[in-house]
């Protein structure tokens, strides 16, 4: 009993990163305030140039999706972004890649970034360095074949479940961790509440820097979207890519980022 004892304290002394697999979350954003993680999580994050939040000085917006399958509101995403002019990321996986691989040229064609979600969407803490790897390789390849994009820089955990482990391997490779700021439950496809559910969350939470996570399974989502940019554009926001944040970041000279 004594050694279970001290065994637990150890633990409780470890750092939080040491213990166990996280899941992304923190307090939602309100009035405009940008949501904060806590220093321990910021610090780990920062280590691995990790991050969820853009400059919280400017009222810049970077849109991020997540798409696991299709479920038909991709095409209807991409429209309203090709004629708002909005820059966004796709986060996909091998599934997407598979299913649906001609809207995926599309977003790539139309100037979006096209991220790394995992190619089987497995809870990536659980799973060796070298699955890990392979995992992100393999999306890697199927997007620069089917796409030609050469570069794959940013990628999202499934569920967003993470350790240092993977943040450590994912840079290793190259990779930037994407987390979110905004986000809320968007991705239950029978459960869709209709377009002013999504507006209202997003509008309730949005604040300057705000890294905002939907999903493009969600009806509710692509009815509002017009919607969203407009309104925020009235409010002075302005929609930014990744790379626009990075090259902000990083304070280097586009051509060098793009090598």
């Known amino acids: 009993m004594k050694k279970m004892v001290i065994f637990f304290f150890f633990l409780l002394c470890l750092p939080l990163s040491q213990v166990e697999a996280m899941s992304w979350g923190f307090k939602r954003s309100e009035n405009h305030i940008p949501p904060a993680a806590g220093k321990q999580l910021d610090e780990l994050l920062a280590k691995y140039d990790a991050f969820y939040l853009g400059d919280p000085t400017k009222k810049y917006i970077y849109l991020t999706f997540d798409n696991g399958y299709e479920n038909g509101y991709t095409a209807q995403i991409l429209d309203v972004l090709k004629q708002k002019k909005v820059p966004a990321t796709f986060f996909v996986t091998g599934h997407y890649l598979q299913s649906a691989p001609d809207l995926v040229k599309r977003m790539v064609n139309e100037g979006h970034i096209v991220g790394n979600h995992s190619w089987h969407h497995p ?13 992100l390789e393999m999306v890697r390849k199927k997007t620069e074949l089917l796409t030609g994009q050469k570069h794959m820089r940013y990628m999202r955990p499934p569920r967003g479940v993470f350790d240092e482990r993977t943040l450590a391997v994912a840079r290793e490779l190259g990779y930037y961790h994407v987390f979110w700021s905004l986000a809320f439950v ?4 029978h459960d869709q509440k209709g377009w002013s559910y999504a507006y209202n969350n997003v509008m309730k939470q949005i604040h300057p820097g705000a890294i905002i996570l939907l999903h493009t399974v969600s009806k509710d989502n692509a009815d509002a979207l017009a ?7 009235k409010e002075g ?7 626009d944040f990075m090259l902000q970041k990083m304070n280097v000279p586009t051509w060098l980022f793009s090598l």
Not at 186 to 189: E, F, L, Q
Not at 227 to 233: A, Y
């Open 123 to 135: 809870d990536l803490t659980t799973v060796s360095d070298e699955k890990l790897r392979e995992e």
């Open 186 to 189: 968007d991705w239950h496809v």
């Open 227 to 233: 919607k969203i940019i407009d309104d925020l554009r």
């Open 237 to 243: 926001y302005v929609f930014k890519s990744l790379d």
